[in-house]
């Protein structure tokens, strides 16, 4: 749901099928070997050093010339036909992320989700709705309608 919002297609690969995943397993094997090998486990002190020493050597091989493509990893993809595409608004991206559940409205005006009950209006009565909310957060939580929001459908 959340690819389909953003207008992005998932795909993924058959089972066992490795040689469309061998330019992913290359690359693994070379973090492998290049890197995590030869790094020194003891002087790590936190999750968050080790991460950090992954980015600075993510971002060291992705701007150094690799003969094989005779670039950097970051100009091929930057000169690529593949664009980067910013979302059209902060807003509008954590939309993208809410949880949907599409109810039922019971003739006496509510909704039950996660065996709670909430009052909904009474022109859904019968009809299928879309709720719209943050895990744990139901005051959040909208009604989406016909392709609008609650407050768009009252107006």
């Known amino acids: ?3 389909v919002s953003m207008g992005l297609g998932l795909l993924h690969t058959k ?3 490795g ?3 061998g330019k992913v397993e290359r690359h ?8 995590l090998y030869a790094l020194d486990i003891k002087s790590i002190e936190s999750l968050e050093q080790f991460n950090g020493m992954l980015k600075d050597y993510m971002r060291n091989y ?9 670039s950097t990893p970051m100009n091929r993809y930057l000169n690529s036909q593949y664009k980067l595409q910013t979302p059209a608004s902060q807003e509008w991206l954590d939309e993208c992320f809410l ?3 599409t109810r039922k409205v019971r003739k006496d005006s509510t909704v039950s989700i996660d065996k709670a009950s909430y009052d909904v209006p009474m ?5 299928k709705i879309e709720i719209r909310f943050l895990p744990g ?11 609008k929001t609650l407050s768009d459908t009252q107006d």
Do not use: P
Request: hydrophobic share 35%.
């Open 15 to 17: 089972v066992r099928d």
């Open 99 to 101: 949880n949907r559940i």
């Open 123 to 127: 022109q859904f009565i019968s009809s």
């Open 28 to 35: 693994f094997r070379t973090l492998k070997e290049r890197w």
């Open 137 to 147: 957060d139901m005051d959040s939580a909208y009604i989406f309608f016909d392709k």
């Open 19 to 21: 040689t469309s995943k």
């Open 62 to 70: 992705n701007t150094t010339f690799h003969r094989g493509i005779d």
């Open 1 to 3: 749901m959340i690819c």
